[in-house]
T-cell receptor, first 115, second 112 residues
Framework: EPEVTQTPSHQVTQMGQEVILRCVPISNHLYFYWYRQILGQKVEFLVSFYNNEISEKSEIFDDQFSVERPDGSNFTLKIRSTKLEDSAMYFC?????????????FGQGTRLTVV | GESVGLHLPTLSVQEGDNSIINCAYSNSASDYFIWYKQESGKGPQFIIDIRSNMDKRQGQRVTVLLNKTVKHLSLQIAATQPGDSAVYFCAEIPGGYQKVTFGIGTKLQVIP
């Protein structure tokens, strides 16, 4: 069964450093998403991406964040200068379409710890 | 602000019993709702969805009920199994986009 894969599973970084979280969406999917879940809190939408540009983004997705599809398979989330409060589980997801009744498939997440 | 939330943070049920997980939402503009299951160490997994023009939808062992009058959503799991143990999130989508807003989640514990 096709799945979304994320690497690394756990990333520890020092405050102020840049991190890149990587995702390989399902191959025939066209829409990509990043979510985050701070420990003990709800999953929060960050950004959606289609046709090499951002479709939607939340208030959380400020100038410190960027997304990119550097090649035909990877979808990355970059945090330029990490803060302690960026520590969270980051989930990538992908879907075939961007409409009702289209299921988004989630990866297993990358746990980011900022120290 | 408007939000999605859950009544019960933890629910324990005996194996074989039926489970009911509840959710309250407050965004009256939401027209699409999803239940997700999240097992330990994994990402959210789609279970079942329902549009606002429906009040009930059934899947395999799961049923979602929507009461728009009181803005209430529930997930019923029939004959609960140990593999059903997970955190269950209700979520809403305003409009036709995948900008899912999740609730806090209810932890379902199945007692063998």
């Amino acid at each position: 069964e096709p799945e979304v894969t994320q690497t690394p599973s756990h990333q520890v970084t020092q405050m102020g450093q840049e991190v890149i979280l990587r995702c390989v969406p399902i191959s025939n999917h066209l829409y990509f998403y990043w979510y985050r879940q701070i420990l003990g809190q709800k999953v929060e939408f960050l950004v959606s991406f289609y046709n090499n540009e951002i479709s939607e983004k939340s208030e959380i997705f400020d100038d410190q964040f960027s997304v990119e599809r550097p090649d035909g398979s990877n979808f990355t989330l970059k945090i330029r200068s990490t803060k302690l409060e960026d520590s969270a589980m980051y989930f990538c997801a992908s879907s075939e379409a961007y409409s009702l009744n289209t299921e988004a498939f989630f990866g297993q997440g990358t746990r980011l710890t900022v120290v | 602000g408007e939000s999605v939330g859950l009544h019960l943070p933890t629910l324990s049920v005996q194996e074989g019993d039926n489970s009911i997980i509840n959710c309250a939402y407050s965004n009256s503009a939401s027209d699409y709702f999803i239940w997700y299951k999240q097992e330990s160490g994994k990402g959210p997994q789609f279970i079942i969805d329902i549009r606002s023009n429906m009040d009930k939808r059934q899947g395999q062992r799961v049923t979602v009920l929507l009461n728009k009058t009181v803005k209430h959503l529930s997930l019923q799991i029939a004959a609960t199994q140990p593999g059903d143990s997970a955190v269950y999130f209700c979520a809403e989508i305003p409009g036709g986009y995948q900008k899912v807003t999740f609730g806090i989640g209810t932890k379902l514990q199945v007692i063998p």
